[in-house]
T-cell receptor, first 109, second 113 residues
Framework: DVKVTQSSRYLVKRTGEKVFLECVQD?????MFWYRQDPGLGLRLIYF???????EKGDIPEGYSVSREKKERFSLILESASTNQTSMYLC????????FGDGTRLSIL | QKEVEQDPGPLSVPEGAIVSLNCTYS??????FMWYRQYSRKGPELLMY????GNKEDGRFTAQVDKSSKYISLFIRDSQPSDSATYLC?????????????FGTGTRLKVLA
């Protein structure tokens, strides 16, 4: 079974903080993705990576950056957290089909 | 027009009922279709994965794809209270390097004991 592990289930941060969300997969997948999920808006793609050190912007990359130094690990960075970044963040691995982690519920106060 | 339409529900059914969940989409380039189940405060879990048109069965679950009508369905037989969750449809294309998934916003299902 594919295992996608997100480092935190719940996180509370303050506006202006730099926030790191970590995701690890155990299946040697080349492709990894970061989404945010908001009620009524569904899943929206923030960034994805198709190889180590390779990344591409998704639909809503503003305010976010990513890092992929090792194949199994994909990090999402909120450069200066704002309240409108309060959301459920989901990491996914593999191109077809995608497999998701359990999500990080992030609150920015 | 949205790329994919999915009724948000909630859909309430008695235990043992047959449940039908549906999505319609507009982009004829989609070739891969998925259904995910998402419990409250958890990530989406892959239930069914199909390529192109046709049916696929896995236990109590059957996925149907009708590409001519741009319509996909998930049927749950003998529904159980443990099936209570939000069900997301998802689809993507076939072009090499295509990464973009389109997700429905989910249908909330409640199976009553």
């Amino acid at each position: 079974d594919v295992k996608v592990t997100q480092s935190s289930r719940y996180l509370v941060k303050r506006t202006g903080e730099k926030v790191f969300l970590e995701c690890v997969q155990d299946m040697d997948h080349e492709n990894m993705f970061w989404y945010r999920q908001d009620p009524g808006l569904g899943l929206r793609l923030i960034y994805f990576s198709y190889d180590v050190k390779m990344k591409e912007k998704g639909d809503i990359p503003e305010g976010y950056s990513v890092s992929r130094e090792k194949k199994e690990r994909f990090s999402l960075i909120l450069e200066s957290a704002s309240t409108n970044q309060t959301s459920m963040y989901l990491c996914a691995s593999n191109l077809r089909p995608q497999h998701f982690g359990d999500g990080t519920r992030l609150s920015i106060l | 027009q949205k790329e994919v339409e999915q009724d948000p529900g909630p859909l309430s059914v008695p235990e043992g009922a047959i449940v039908s969940l549906n999505c319609t989409y507009s982009n004829s380039a989609f070739q891969y279709f998925m259904w995910y189940r998402q419990y409250s405060r958890k990530g989406p879990e892959l239930l069914m994965y199909t390529y192109s048109s046709g049916n696929k069965e896995d236990g109590r679950f059957t996925a149907q794809v009708d590409k001519s009508s741009k319509y996909i369905s998930l049927f749950i037989r003998d529904s159980q209270p443990s099936d209570s969750a939000t069900y997301l449809c998802a689809m993507t294309g076939t072009t090499s390097g295509t990464y973009k998934y389109i997700f429905g916003t989910g249908t909330r299902l409640k199976v009553l004991a």
